[in-house]
């Protein structure tokens, strides 16, 4: 073979290798994104809306993953539809890692968000109650049992020194039928969203009485389940909805503006709601999805006092560290 017929050679194949790696290109472009439903656990709460800002954002696309967002009444809920396989991947609080300790087939895959700063007493405009000391005795509604808005409400009595049960919860699954609740008197404050307690302030019809990061400076607020079926048949599904949920959440730290925007759209509260929502919240997020071992802690010592569990589990009975720190 001629020298120029080597160079010929050579830049076919080159060109047939380029044409190849561009095929392979466009297939892997036309790929369809992996569909996977996503479920909160509340449905009035701005820290959820990370899901809603990442699909409008196209930020869970790059990963090609396709987010069906849907809300549930509290962790039990999200729970039972992650064990019947409705949904994929649930939203939910730290408290109830219990569940997966309690043998649920989840796991608690990465953490989000750290002091409970988007949680609050929220009572009604003309209530009695004027300050903490006011909520010894009295009924505050909660989601679900053993969930964080009711470890916290407890949290209350112990740290004021009036005992666990210092104040009893009413486990009323979501913020509408709580607040109902309310203006009939039959409680007498809300373990709710802080945005929903800012709203009720907006219109005069309530108003925050006292946000729960101070009863709960070390801790764990949220975290992500997936189902471990999902973990050990499919984990680059995992890895790569983790990635974009917190690669939403860097948006949002850089973005106020458009994530208020969303934020309006999705809990239909005004733009000075949102946006003291935001600067009250965003330092809650988490960057990498680490779980810190110190607010590990507190979350099974909250097991124990609780009664949910008579002994505090080992790691590996509540979450996997597989997926963190994550990476975007």
Same mark, same amino acid.
Do not use: C
């Given at each position: ?63 090609? @993953?396709? &987010?069906? $967002?849907? #809300?549930?009444?509290?962790?039990? +809920? *999200? ?5 019947? %396989? ?32 988007? @949680?609050? &007493?929220? $009572?009604? #405009?003309?209530?009695?109650?004027? +300050? *903490? ?5 009295? %009924? ?189």
């Amino acid at each position: 073979m001629t020298r120029f017929n080597r160079v010929v050679s050579r830049l076919g194949l080159a060109a047939a290798l380029m044409v190849a790696y561009g095929l392979s290109g466009a297939q892997a472009a036309d790929k369809p994104a992996d569909k996977v439903t996503v479920a909160k656990s509340a449905d009035v709460a701005w820290t959820f809306v990370v899901l809603d800002v990442g699909k409008q954002q196209g930020i869970f696309a790059k990963y090609g @993953i396709d &987010v069906e $967002i849907t #809300a549930l009444g509290g962790d039990a +809920k *999200v729970q039972q539809a992650l064990a019947a %396989k409705s949904i994929d991947f649930g939203l939910g609080s730290g408290p109830s890692m219990a569940f997966v300790a309690k043998g649920a087939p989840v796991y608690a895959v990465a953490a989000f968000a750290a002091e409970p700063r988007n @949680i609050a &007493v929220v $009572i009604g #405009a003309n209530s009695p109650i004027k +300050k *903490v000391a006011d909520l010894k005795g009295k %009924k505050l509604a909660v989601t679900t049992a053993g969930s964080l808005t009711d470890w916290l409400a407890h949290r209350i009595g112990v740290q004021e020194g009036w005992g666990k049960d210092g104040v009893t919860t009413v486990a009323l699954g979501g913020f509408t039928p709580s607040l109902a609740a309310l203006r009939t008197g039959q409680i007498d404050g809300i373990m709710a969203a802080i945005e929903a307690g800012y709203g009720l302030e907006e219109k005069g019809e309530g108003k925050v009485l006292v946000g729960m990061e101070k009863y709960a400076p070390k801790f764990i607020t949220h975290v992500i389940y997936a189902r471990k079926d999902l973990i050990a048949d499919k984990p680059d599904v995992v890895t790569r909805f983790l990635k974009g949920f917190f690669a939403t959440i860097a948006f949002e730290k850089a973005n106020k503006a458009k994530t208020t925007e969303i934020a309006m759209q999705v809990l239909h509260q005004t733009k000075a709601v949102m946006d003291r929502t935001y600067d009250y919240e965003i330092s809650m997020f988490e960057d990498d999805g680490h779980f810190d071992p110190a607010a590990v802690e507190v979350i099974k010592d909250s097991f124990v006092g609780m009664g949910i569990l008579d002994h505090k589990p080992p790691n590996d009975q509540l979450f996997t560290t597989k997926f963190v720190p994550v990476k975007p």
